[in-house]
């Protein structure tokens, strides 16, 4: 068989991650799942902030979800979130649509696809070929918004493809 391999961090707290007495037995070796890159010596990693996002932005991303919903049907948050399929709970689709949590983007894009193709529609829907519409504009305004970083990575690929 081939070797186990043993993913574990040592804090103040004990070990977290697998159990280091099991199937790799007592005192095995475990690799750290620290922050630190070992090359830079056990110096940390340096990391980014980013930006925050304007709630102007969260209040846009917000409208866009929720005309969406309504436009599938769901006249409330409930009614969507209890749908099977649904990628997010209810109290964080409230969360989104207030403008209160801003989705990443893998998260608005599958709230839109549950909306626009996965779900079953609700009673007041409007005709399919008008929620997809709906759902082309939404995904294609959320990429030009500065919190998904989608216009500055044009920018970027523009710069990168001129001759210089």
Not at 17 to 24: F, K, R, S, W, Y
Not at 124 to 141: G, H, I, M, N, S
Request: charged letters at 25%; one cysteine or more; a positive charge.
């Amino acid at each position: 068989m081939g070797e186990w391999y043993v993913w574990a961090e040592e804090t103040r707290h004990g070990t977290f991650g697998l159990d280091t007495h099991g199937a790799a037995g007592a005192g095995a070796r475990a690799e750290s799942l620290s922050c630190r890159d070992r090359r830079r010596q056990g110096r940390p990693v340096a990391r980014k902030k980013l930006h925050p996002v304007s709630v102007e932005e969260a209040r846009q991303v917000g409208v866009l979800l929720r005309n969406l919903r309504r436009a599938a049907g769901f006249r409330a948050v409930h009614e969507a979130a209890a749908r099977p399929g649904c990628p997010a709970a209810s109290q964080t689709i409230y969360a989104y649509e207030r403008g209160g949590l801003v989705p990443s983007l893998a998260q608005f894009l599958d709230l839109v696809e549950f909306y626009a193709l996965t779900s079953e529609p609700g009673p007041d829907a409007k005709a399919t070929e008008d929620l997809r519409a709906q759902a082309v504009a939404a995904v294609v305004t959320s990429l030009t918004l500065r919190c998904y970083h989608v216009s500055e990575a044009m920018r970027l690929i523009s710069r990168l493809q001129t001759r210089g």
